[in-house]
Nanobody, 120 residues
């Protein structure tokens, strides 16, 4: 059994910063890709940023230069540092991870989501 627990969301003014955290725990053998997705009201869930086990990163164009994804493999944790936030960044942010469990099964796991609201 695997759990992803997110934290760090909240209300912030435009131009402000937030850092999201996501910690994976449970019967983990290895973690491949970890990432963040978001879903704004009335829109589909979209990829925000991902980081591979080797440290390679990929970002959606709309957040390049403002957001940074960082992974701490020793802690099975991924962070999303969000700077220069805009109202259009308002969404529920979900952590995602591709994990091999100790019984050597691959799975696609999601956190419960953390809400980010950017508003004055």
């Amino acid at each position: 059994q695997v759990q992803l627990v997110e934290s760090g969301g909240g209300l912030v003014q435009p131009g402000g910063s937030l850092r999201l955290s996501c910690a994976a725990s449970g019967s983990i053998f290895s973690i491949n890709v970890m990432g963040w997705y978001r879903q704004a009201p009335g829109k589909q869930r979209e990829l925000v940023a991902v980081v591979s086990s080797g440290g390679s990163t990929r970002y959606v164009d709309s957040i390049k230069g403002r957001f940074t994804i960082v992974r701490d493999s020793a802690k099975n944790t991924v962070y999303l540092q969000m700077n220069s936030l805009k109202p259009e960044d308002t969404a529920v942010y979900y952590c995602n991870a591709l994990i091999m469990t100790t019984d050597l099964r691959h799975g696609d796991y999601w956190g419960q989501g953390t809400r980010v609201t950017v508003s004055s």
